[in-house]
């Protein structure tokens, strides 16, 4: 080695260890206190470099993060100095900052993250060395306003005194007033520097709704004296009081009676909301009665009973019941559990109507405590209404239609599931699933199916609309997978192939991948998840399935279909872990080609012929013109315009 290469070597060993030291001390906690023998040790250290090779060094990040994000973070107030001053270190070089409480991450700035941290001694000196008061962090926050979230009241009050602005929301319109309804003394603060009251965030809601859908009394009591709206709506129409009642915040909803001079209806309804939340979150049938009688006397004290309107059409998923009307009925209905929770439901459609999240959430969270307690039909039926709402209000491609659509097909494979596998001794409803709900949800999810394919074509490309609509299209699959099983009688079988054979035809595809249906029901990967089961480690795998596979190409299913990758249905079928010999044969007898090779040149012959467990001759289904057109390909020998042109779309497909 060369003197020249050991003193290079030299000077790099002592430059990383110059960089592991800073890093270090970056990391040492305000708490643990970075002494100031330590700090004059890295000074030293530094101070022996070049200045072009300290500015390199505060550049540097470990994990996302350069030294002086992670002095600010942990409060080493000496070390940032000590980087700014000597290392000219970037004030606003950003670094990944992990929030405790939710586990997000986020991209921001020193004085964010020393914000967000409560290291009012950092905050001071970064905005001493001119650091950017009001820079936004990846989700528009401002230092403040995650100051506020953090309820660090001293670091917010300096903030504001050197000209942070505290009108400005994130990028959804959240204010620094709205994240401060846990601490009245900021709120207050915020209020005296001019916060808007009444400032809304993109759900439309205030500070007033946040305060009291955190149950915070005395934050509600303080925006209310000073001028916030009881009666502004969210976007999901929830006034103060109607919110008060979904959360079941007691207190708050005996201050805003006493406080606000409501209709009698309007008081009717809210102790008719509140007593229904109080049965479906608590499971307090007792207090649930109590307001229930409440409102009753209310709507029956004037001249005349102020009947209750709207009132919803009847409905089977609900058994036809009908709301009570008098103290004997709801007597009755007290000795009943299922009938209060029924009189829940229909409380909540009639007052938030049948589309409002809380009515949607309570059909969903209803219907689970039958699967529960093993009332599945009753489970079925709610959760059926509540898609239908859904595809109705939202189409096929919103998340929370691609749940509720996944849980009820997820219900209905484990039912079938358990039929299929029962002892004889056993006893279980062999009825379930019922071809009629299966045919239902099935016609439900393909009635738009094109128009939302459709939809996913606009630019620009939303990436969890494609996600949701891959999803449908499993469950899809896995419905013909049930229409088959469950039809039983020639007329159900006429049916199920007529709607197959009309949604064939659309030739719909996955949006991520462009798989087929038949390519769906060849792959092993074709598997619901619901979130509403904690058994989904214990997949039911239904495909490959050589029903459904028989069924769409009895229905005209392109046997020769590429997707993404220009593989075929076979390219997937003849995969180790998806390997069928009768699937496979019957894919070959439907005319799917041995010889087509995908982009990764993978052709079905090679795949199937290697797999110890073929059993089939694959000679029986290679053409010598098939062979042909692989040597053409192959040694790419001209053929355009030199073959008919019949021709040469068959050459075309073997074409890698």
């Known amino acids: 080695m060369s003197k020249f290469s050991s003193v290079q070597n030299s000077e790099q060993r002592q430059l990383e260890s110059v960089i592991n030291f800073i890093f270090e001390e970056c990391k040492v906690t305000a708490a643990g206190g970075a002494n100031q023998s330590s700090v004059n040790a890295l000074r030293d250290r530094i101070r022996s470099l070049r200045r072009e090779e300290r500015r390199e060094i505060v550049k540097q990040t470990r994990d996302g993060c350069p030294p002086l994000f992670l002095a600010s973070k942990h409060g080493n107030v000496r070390v940032a100095e000590l980087l700014i001053t000597e290392c000219d270190a970037d004030i606003e070089q950003r670094g990944l900052y992990e929030v405790p409480e939710d586990r997000s991450v986020h991209c921001v700035t020193p004085l964010w993250s020393a914000s967000v941290s409560g290291n009012l001694a950092v905050v001071k000196l970064l905005i001493r060395y001119g650091a950017n008061i009001n820079a936004l962090s990846d989700t528009g926050s401002t230092p403040v306003r995650s100051a506020c979230y953090m309820t660090h009241v001293e670091i917010v009050q300096y903030l504001v005194e050197h000209g942070a602005d505290i009108t400005k929301g994130n990028y959804n319109g959240g204010t620094c007033l709205i994240n401060s309804v846990q601490s009245v003394a900021l709120c207050m603060y915020l209020i005296s520097k001019g916060a808007d009251v009444n400032a809304r965030d993109i759900q439309d809601k205030t500070a007033l709704h946040y305060a009291i859908q955190e149950h915070r009394l005395e934050t509600t009591k303080l925006l209310l004296e000073h001028g916030a709206d009881p009666f502004a709506k969210s976007r ?8 008060a009642c979904l959360k079941g915040a007691h207190q708050i909803f005996e201050h805003l009676k ?52 709207p009132i919803p059409p009847p409905r089977e998923a609900f058994g036809n019941a009908q709301e009570f009307c ?54 079925i039926d709610l959760w059926c209404l509540a898609l239908e709402v859904r595809v109705e209000k939202h189409s096929i491609l919103h998340s929370e239609t691609c749940i509720t659509a996944q849980a009820i097909v997820k219900l209905m494979l484990d039912l079938l599931d358990k039929y299929i596998h029962m002892m004889p001794n056993e006893i279980v409803d062999q009825d379930l699933p019922r071809f009629q709900d299966v045919y239902s949800v099935f016609r439900l999810l393909t009635r738009n199916i094109n128009e939302s394919r459709q939809y996913l074509t606009i630019r620009p490309v939303h990436r969890k609309q494609q996600e949701n609509f891959d999803r449908m299209l499993k469950c899809i699959t896995h419905l013909i997978y049930l229409l088959v099983t469950t039809a039983k009688t020639e007329k159900d079988k006429e049916m199920v192939k007529a709607i197959v054979s009309e949604l064939v ?12 249906l038949l390519h769906l029901s060849v792959s092993r990967l074709n598997v619901i998840k619901s979130g509403y089961f904690s058994d989904d480690n214990n997949l039911t795998v239904i495909f490959p399935s050589l029903e459904v596979a028989e069924l769409l190409l009895t229905c005209g299913a392109d046997v020769n279909a590429r997707n993404e990758s220009r593989s075929t249905p076979l390219h997937i079928a003849a995969m180790p872990y998806n390997f069928n010999v009768r699937l496979v044969h019957t894919l070959l007898e439907h005319g799917a080609h041995l010889d087509q090779p995908n982009k990764a040149d993978d052709r079905p012959m090679n795949m199937i012929s290697g797999n110890p467990s073929n059993e089939i001759y694959l000679i029986n289904y290679i053409s010598l013109k098939c062979l042909a057109s692989t040597v053409i390909t192959k040694y790419r020998i001209p053929y355009r315009n030199q073959i008919p042109k019949t021709l040469e779309m068959f050459v075309r497909q073997h074409e890698a």
């Open 505 to 516: 035809r659309s030739n719909i595809r996955s949006a991520c991948t462009n798989d087929t």
């Open 236 to 243: 999901y129409g929830d006034d103060s009081l109607q919110l």
């Open 326 to 379: 008098s103290i004997s009925e709801l007597d009755n209905i007290a000795a009943d559990v299922d009938s209060m929770r029924i009189q829940s439901l229909l409380i909540c459609e009639r007052i938030l109507g049948i589309h409002h999240k809380d009515t949607l959430f309570r059909l969903m969270f209803r219907g689970a405590s039958y699967a529960d307690s093993l009332q599945f039909q009753k489970c």
């Open 258 to 309: 006493s406080r606000i001079n409501y209709t009698s209806e309007r008081l009717a309804e809210a102790h008719e909301l509140i007593g229904s939340t109080f049965l479906d979150e608590q499971n307090e049938t007792r207090i649930t009665i109590l307001h229930w009688r409440l409102s009753h006397h209310i709507r029956q004290r004037g001249h005349n009973y102020i009947e209750k309107q």
